[in-house]
């Protein structure tokens, strides 16, 4: 059964520190992504990767960084968490070719709360 | 740019009811459109996606979206609500020739017994 795997259901930091979100993909995919859901805002894209150590912002990259060193792992990284941080994070892949048509697979989430 | 509206966050149906779940999309060219589903404390999946070999797409648990292209509409139905189909569903587009997937805001669906 393929899966994607966040390392934490739930965090709780605290304001100025710095955060790792874990994720693993056991698919082999060439694409990885961080979205963060907000209520009424839906799903909002944070950055992605379409190969090793490459990353593309997406839409809200401000006051997050990334690295992916291994196809597998994709990490993303709140160099100085903030309150307005604190959100659900998805982290999500596909697989390459014709990326446009190609479904994301998900992992559970991580609830993280900064307090 | 390329944006998705999900017509309402809350949905409320009787069991047994027909479910319409709606979906809009701006886009000059027909992009690539999905319906995801979240139950509670889950991740998204997959319902179904158009891929333009049909406007009428059938998915998992009964779901069909037929993608009408002079409204640029991509509206979620099912003939009969069932209890298990209670959760958060998504819209999303992937514009042609692009890597990001769009998502709507979502729409929260209750069914009632």
């Known amino acids: 059964d393929v899966k994607v795997t966040q390392s934490s259901r739930y965090l709780v930091k605290r304001t100025g520190e710095k955060v790792f979100l874990e994720c693993v993909q056991d698919?082999?995919?060439?694409?990885m992504f961080w979205y963060r859901q907000d209520p009424g805002l839906g799903l909002r894209l944070i950055y992605f990767?379409?190969?090793?150590?490459?990353?593309e912002k997406g839409d809200i990259p401000e006051g997050y960084s990334v690295s992916r060193e291994k196809k597998e792992r994709f990490s993303l990284i709140l160099e100085s968490a903030s309150t307005n941080q604190t959100s659900m994070y998805l982290c999500?892949?596909?697989?390459?070719?014709?990326?446009?048509?190609?479904?994301?697979?998900f992992g559970s989430g991580t609830q993280l709360s900064v307090l | 740019a390329q944006s998705v509206t999900q017509l309402g966050s809350h949905v409320s149906v009787s069991e047994g009811a027909l479910v319409l779940l709606r979906c809009n999309y701006s886009?000059?060219?027909?992009?690539?459109l999905f319906w995801y589903v979240q139950y509670p404390n889950q991740g998204l999946q997959l319902l179904l996606k158009?891929?333009?070999?049909?406007?009428l797409v059938k998915g998992i648990n009964g779901f069909e979206a037929e993608f009408k292209k002079s409204e640029t509409s991509f509206h979620l139905t099912k003939p009969s609500a069932h209890m298990s189909d209670a959760a958060e569903y998504f819209c999303?587009?992937?514009?042609?020739?692009?890597?990001?997937?769009?998502f709507g805001a979502g729409t929260r669906l209750f069914v009632k017994a």
């Open positions: 999500a892949s596909s697989s390459g070719g014709d990326v446009t048509n190609e479904k994301l697979f």
């Open positions: 698919m082999d995919h060439e694409n």
């Open positions: 990767s379409y190969d090793v150590k490459m990353k």
């Open positions: 886009s000059s060219v027909p992009p690539y």
């Open positions: 158009y891929t333009s070999a049909a406007t």
């Open positions: 999303a587009v992937t514009p042609t020739g692009g890597f990001k997937t769009i």
